[in-house]
């Protein structure tokens, strides 16, 4: 019997309807929060891989912007670099990993945005991801900005910074009794 399934398909199905019914459950916005939850937790655990591979302890802004494409490549994105430099990443794409399943589902594009967010905080300090054109939304192809200075415009993308280590707390000490 020929059916169009494996486990590529279904899970582009799954994630597709997971964010469909989150999406018309609490909306676009808020189903875009949950989704980058998600995204932050994956491009952690990607950036982790690349830094192995390298056997470096960070990446730097060429290192960066290859991770993104190649990123990408693996998963079946056809990713490519526009133009960078000190102050952006600017990435063009001409096929969704999420194939025909990303139509009219713009929150999953939360997963790009947070994964390339997050290896670029982590590893340049900052990051805002502006996602110009999509393929969810009817774009023939993707264009996203990653900017590693704030833009003039913030709200034009989505804010990453890089994780902070706090220092371990000191000595509790009561003033009054000392």
Do not use: W
């Not at 995204?39 to 891989?49: K, P, Y």
């Not at 960066?64 to 000190?86: C, N, P, S």
């Not at 939360?110 to 999509?134: C, D, H, K, P, W």
């Amino acid at each position: 019997m020929q059916i169009d399934l494996d486990r590529d398909v279904f899970l582009r199905t799954l994630v597709r309807e997971l964010a469909t019914s989150l999406e018309s459950v609490i909306g676009l916005e808020e189903a875009s929060g949950y989704i980058s939850l998600v995204g932050r937790a994956v491009g952690t655990q990607i950036d982790e891989m690349y830094l192995k591979a390298l056997g470096s302890s960070g990446l730097s802004r060429k290192q960066v912007a290859e991770a993104l494409v190649d990123l990408k490549r693996r998963i079946k994105g056809d990713f490519y670099i526009i133009e960078q430099d000190d102050t952006k990443i600017v990435l063009g794409n001409r096929a969704c990993p999420f194939a025909e399943k990303v139509l009219g589902r713009e929150s999953m594009c939360m997963m790009t945005s947070n994964v390339f967010g997050t290896i670029a905080a982590r590893n340049l300090g900052y990051a805002n991801v502006e996602l110009q054109e999509t393929i969810a939304r009817g774009d023939a192809g993707c264009r996203v900005v990653v900017h590693l200075v704030p833009p003039a415009d913030p709200a034009s993308g989505r804010e990453y910074f890089a994780d902070v280590e706090l220092p371990a707390p000191g000595p509790v000490t009561d003033s009054a009794t000392t």
